[in-house]
Nanobody
Framework: QETLVESGGGLVQAGGSLRLSCVGSRRAFGVYDVAWFRQAPGKEREFVAAITRVRASPDIADSVKGRFTISKDSAKNTIYLQMDSLKPEDTAVYYC??????????????????WGQGTQVTVSS
């Protein structure tokens, strides 16, 4: 059983930046596919970014491309989501996710076995 713990959320003004972290409890993230999702009130959980073993480069949602960066430090068992040029529409609870299996639909919540508890990001206008 893997436990994921996110941190780094908070309140920020539009145009500002935040960096989210997600720490795993057991295996190094080098053996997982890892991703960030987010869920705004009244909306479904949506894909943000992922690092997988079958792609040479991260997969980034169009809505955040050029503003958000996903990275991984396997030695620290941690993944990050650097969020720049934040907009009010980025307001959501952000979740990290991990999966041992290769392949599957990277942008689907169904692929991922392990989830963090979420961290709130609020962007004021």
């Amino acid at each position: 059983q893997e436990t994921l713990v996110e941190s780094g959320g908070g309140l920020v003004q539009a145009g500002g930046s935040l960096r989210l972290s997600c720490v795993g409890s057991r295996r190094a993230f080098g053996v997982y596919d890892v991703a960030w999702f987010r869920q705004a009130p009244g909306k479904e959980r949506e894909f943000v970014a992922a690092i997988t073993r079958v792609r040479a480069s991260p997969d980034i949602a169009d809505s955040v491309k050029g503003r958000f960066t996903i990275s991984k430090d396997s030695a620290k068992n941690t993944i990050y989501l650097q969020m720049d040029s934040l907009k009010p529409e980025d307001t959501a609870v952000y979740y990290c996710a991990a999966d041992l299996s290769r392949g599957g639909l990277i942008r689907s919540t169904n692929k991922y076995t392990y989830w963090g508890q979420g961290t709130q990001v609020t962007v004021s206008s």
